[in-house]
């Protein structure tokens, strides 16, 4: 029997706040597809660390942590986001704060974490297709995809939408802060030895700092459109 084909996939890369997430779930709604959300499997690794003391460095034992993470997503009701569960836990919440995005950003800097969540990253490629969210999805995990992205915006541009997206949560941050977080993430997003935070040689790369979401989505999409055949 032949094999089936590769599902397609989309992949959209770039640093923290500059819309990977609101575009990918437009889109994978838009198209029906699959979404990969590959930061929260990067927060959930870096919150059970934490949560069981473990290091952040311990490579080894994170890396065991991020190959048998007890999570599941629950969808939610019509309109309600879906639950993340670690554990049995309900992190949702906690698994959003900057705080949870810092610990992710330092166990993403070790190669056997990485490779303990290539395979489990590369599953979510199924029929009809795929929009992942990343840093190196077009990269290393999906370096075939047919249509690849680089989303970025200003680091000023991207606080202050964070800042918003945070404090319409109720959480109390500080622009400030936030951008110190962000250009912290950045740095060591980018500056890291393996799969670093950098647009693929084939990624469009887009620049989202004075564009609206529906823009960027429209953009975005009329790409695939004509790329993918759609
Ligand atoms: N083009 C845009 N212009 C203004 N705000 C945006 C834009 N794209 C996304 N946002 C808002 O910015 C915040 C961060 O977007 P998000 O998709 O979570 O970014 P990322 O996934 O890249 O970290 C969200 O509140 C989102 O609604
Ligand atoms: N494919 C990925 C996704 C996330 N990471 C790391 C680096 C990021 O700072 C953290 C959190 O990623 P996430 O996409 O959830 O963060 P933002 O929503 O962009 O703020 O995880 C990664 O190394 N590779």
Same mark, same amino acid.
Request: overall charge negative; glycine content about 8%; cysteine-free.
């Given at each position: 029997m032949s094999e089936p084909a590769p599902a397609a996939v989309i992949?959209?890369?770039?640093?923290?706040? $500059?819309?990977?997430?609101t575009l990918c779930q437009k889109l994978a709604k838009q198209?029906?597809?699959?979404?990969?959300?590959?930061?929260?499997l990067y927060r959930l690794t870096g919150l059970a660390a934490h949560r069981r003391g473990i290091?952040?460095?311990?490579?080894?034992?994170v890396a065991e942590l991020a190959a048998n993470l007890d999570v599941r997503f629950v969808p939610g009701e019509e309109g309600q986001p879906t639950r993340v569960l670690l554990d049995g836990d309900d992190v $949702?919440?906690?698994?959003?704060?900057?705080?949870?995005? $810092?610990?992710?950003?330092?166990?993403?800097?070790?190669?056997?974490?990485?490779?303990?969540?290539?395979?489990?990253?590369?599953?979510?490629?199924?029929?009809?297709?795929?929009?992942?969210?990343?840093?190196?999805?077009g990269t290393v995990v999906f370096p075939n995809a047919p249509l690849k992205i680089f989303l970025t915006a $200003?680091?000023?541009?991207?606080?202050?939408r964070r800042f918003k997206q945070l404090k319409d949560k109720g959480e109390s941050v500080t622009l400030a802060a936030l951008l110190e977080d962000i250009q912290a993430r950045d740095k060591r997003d980018s500056e890291r030895e393996l799969?670093?935070?950098?647009?693929?040689?084939?990624?469009?790369?887009?620049?989202?700092?004075?564009l609206g979401i529906?823009?960027?989505?429209?953009?975005?999409?009329?790409?695939?459109?004509?790329?993918?055949?759609?």
């Open positions: 992949a959209i890369d770039g640093p923290s706040g $500059s819309g990977k997430g198209l029906a597809w699959h979404l990969l959300d590959s930061g929260a290091a952040l460095d311990n490579e080894l034992a $949702s919440a906690v698994l959003r704060t900057e705080e949870t995005g $810092s610990l992710a950003s330092q166990v993403a800097v070790l190669a056997e974490v990485r490779a303990a969540l290539l395979g489990r990253q590369r599953d979510f490629a199924q029929a009809p297709g795929l929009v992942a969210d990343g840093r190196d999805m $200003s680091a000023e541009a991207r606080a202050e799969a670093p935070l950098k647009p693929a040689d084939d990624a469009i790369q887009l620049d989202s700092t004075a529906d823009e960027v989505f429209e953009q975005v999409l009329a790409l695939a459109k004509k790329r993918l055949s759609l």
